[in-house]
């Protein structure tokens, strides 16, 4: 258990509340185990819910690092975990050779020619506060990177075979995210704990829309949530999450759209649909908010 960094779950939400993110209980509570516990968070959620940002918001209430692994397909250990330093170990091979000298090759593998990647980087991290440790989209990796997490997450280290093991002297808070565009491994959820970031109810929706579109009128706050909500129960193949909301309220305003009466915000419906047929879906849906 890491030393309290958070008083109690109203800390959290206060603590967010100040950096304009408007936490949910559960979601405050997930976070406040994670750090009081040492624990990595698995959070999951539609995309545009905000895991991202959490993470984000996370190390800026802590003051302290933030080091983020994008996820995709084909990531392996050498851009996650540690590389070497090849050009290093050319360099010194030729020296070597040019002094006739020999050079073994457990003389290559030392910290010298070392490279820390993300999650190296934060095992053997020196500062004043652990860094908070973004992995970001893990659903987009393969699954067998999924297992070089696994010592990562259980015992905040990492093994490097020419070197031995480095262990974390205070462990990373790890905060991994998944919109669930595939199953994880059990052995991964196993090891954080987990918390599922649903869509915002209307008012907290518009909370957060009013904080960060401070130009946005009550009204148009209003209605461009309602809007979304419904539009969510389109058949769409990506629904608006909260940052496209966002997105949109704040074409709306560019605009100069003061309600969606204004047919001029269906030109701004592109920050809502990411698809063609979406963007049918959403323009004909629109077409009827707008006459209610």
């Known amino acids: 258990m890491t030393p309290a960094v958070f008083g109690d779950v109203d800390d959290v939400i206060a603590r967010f509340d100040a950096r304009d993110y408007l936490l949910d209980t559960g979601t405050a509570s997930a976070i406040y185990l994670a750090v009081t516990l040492g624990r990595p968070l698995l959070l999951e959620g539609e995309p545009g819910v905000g895991k991202t940002t959490a993470a984000k918001t996370l190390a800026a209430v802590l003051d302290t690092e933030l080091v983020r692994l994008q996820c995709y397909e084909g990531l392996t250990a050498n851009e996650a975990l540690y590389d070497w330093n090849y050009q290093r170990q050319l360099l010194s091979i030729r020296l070597a050779e040019a002094r006739g000298a020999a050079i073994d090759e457990a003389d290559l593998y030392t910290e010298a020619y070392l490279v820390d990647r993300p999650i190296l980087r934060c095992v053997r991290h020196r500062g004043p506060a652990p860094p908070v440790l973004l992995i970001d989209e893990i659903d987009r990796a393969d699954d067998e990177f999924e297992a070089l997490l696994l010592e990562f997450l259980g015992?905040?280290?990492?093994?490097?075979?020419?070197?031995?093991?480095?262990?974390?002297?205070?462990?990373?808070?790890?905060?991994?995210?998944?919109?669930?565009?595939?199953?994880?491994?059990?052995?991964?959820?196993?090891?954080?704990?987990?918390h599922w970031i649903d869509y915002p109810e209307p008012a907290r929706a518009a909370a957060i829309v009013r904080r960060t579109v401070p130009g946005a009128t009550a009204p148009l706050i209003e209605h461009a949530t309602q809007f979304v909500g419904r539009a969510r129960d389109l058949d769409l193949d990506k629904p608006p999450g909260v940052a496209e909301t966002i997105d949109w309220v704040a074409a709306l305003v560019s605009l100069g759209v003061a309600d969606l009466v204004d047919q001029n915000a269906v030109t701004s419906l592109g920050a809502l649909a990411k698809t063609p047929d979406d963007r049918t879906l959403i323009r004909d849906a629109y077409t009827e908010y707008s006459r209610t």
């Open 155 to 194: 015992e905040s280290a990492v093994t490097v075979p020419e070197l031995g093991t480095f262990v974390a002297e205070r462990p990373p808070i790890a905060v991994l995210t998944s919109n669930r565009s595939r199953d994880l491994h059990d052995a991964l959820r196993r090891r954080c704990l987990y």
